[in-house]
């Protein structure tokens, strides 16, 4: 879009300075007082790990970041303070180097993800919000507005919220059709970008869903954008982006496919490679 244009710029746009971004997981190892950390190589460990990655990334072509403590398996709805500290502190330690959009995520705590970005200056966070659902941590049942009412206390409105609406490791106890639920979370529940979501970390997500969303959405004149959550490789991002408003991007980028390995350079360039290739046919 032309910067001489008078149309309001969308917020993918107004964050990532063009529509359909890849957002890349910049995955943190395990944090002080979780279960897998590493006590012997410490939070240094953290940050030369990160560093790492950004590295690879920033130089990509990726349009954007995605801060997460994906390291810190069993996950939980209740993020400790040390936990909180850490993240903060090892985000903050990068932000001289960070060039590029980033946003934070704790997995599965609102509030802490909200603190930690508020502090770090982050421009999104990523959470799941909404709903109830039977997952591997238990009954999951979110409060919306109180992450809300907590944005509003800490002048924190700047902070995007993106709503996963089909979470990970988990089901709703009552499911409702994709485009009713995102339809009415935009409305009731104030979200700024809807995500959609595989049965896990790694796992593709519905196309259909995304479609069904993106539809119901435009219906009800509602111009919130809707992004593929997990799953998306090499071989279908051409596919994912012909349908979603931008995708988000992890285990695809790491050596082996593997969740929990360090990026991979060359499957970052291979994909960013078919990202241009996708660009180029939307603009024919």
């Not at 040390?82 to 946003?103: F, H, K, S, T, W």
């Not at 909404?130 to 809300?148: C, E, F, H, I, N």
């Not at 009552?174 to 970390?201: F, Q, T, W």
């Not at 992890?250 to 291979?270: A, I, Q």
Request: proline fraction near 6%; aromatic fraction near 6%.
């Amino acid at each position: 879009m032309s910067e001489s244009n008078n149309a309001p710029r969308s917020i993918l746009e107004s964050i990532f300075g063009r529509t359909k971004p890849i957002i890349a997981m910049v995955h943190l190892p395990p944090l002080p007082g979780r279960p897998l950390y590493n006590r012997q190589e410490g939070v240094t460990a953290i940050i030369d790990s990160l560093r790492r990655d950004l590295d690879i990334l920033q130089d990509s072509g990726i349009d954007g970041l995605l801060f997460c403590n994906e390291g810190d398996r069993p996950y939980s709805f209740q993020i400790e303070q040390a936990d909180v500290a850490a993240m903060a502190a090892a985000i903050g330690e990068l932000r001289p180097q960070l060039r590029l959009p980033y946003g934070v995520d704790m997995l599965w705590d609102p509030m802490a993800a909200l603190s930690v970005a508020h502090a770090v200056r982050a421009s999104f966070i990523r959470e799941v919000f909404t709903g109830v659902y039977d997952s591997d941590m238990g009954l999951w049942q979110p409060d919306v507005a109180k992450v809300q009412d907590y944005r509003a206390k800490i002048g924190a409105e700047n902070i995007r919220l993106f709503f996963n609406i089909e979470p990970e490791f988990a089901r709703p106890l009552s499911p409702r059709p994709v485009g009713e639920v995102a339809r009415s979370v935009v409305v009731s529940s104030l979200a700024d970008a809807i995500l959609i979501s595989g049965m896990m970390a790694g796992a593709e997500a519905n196309l259909d869903h995304i479609q069904d969303a993106k539809e119901a959405l435009t219906a009800a004149k509602l111009a919130t954008p809707v992004l593929a959550n997990t799953g998306v490789r090499i071989e279908t991002v051409r596919a994912t982006l012909a349908v979603a408003d931008g995708v988000i991007v992890g285990t695809g980028l790491k050596h082996d496919g593997y969740t929990w390995n360090p990026v991979d350079p060359d499957r970052v360039r291979r994909f960013m490679a078919e990202v241009r290739i996708a660009r180029e046919q939307s603009e024919v």
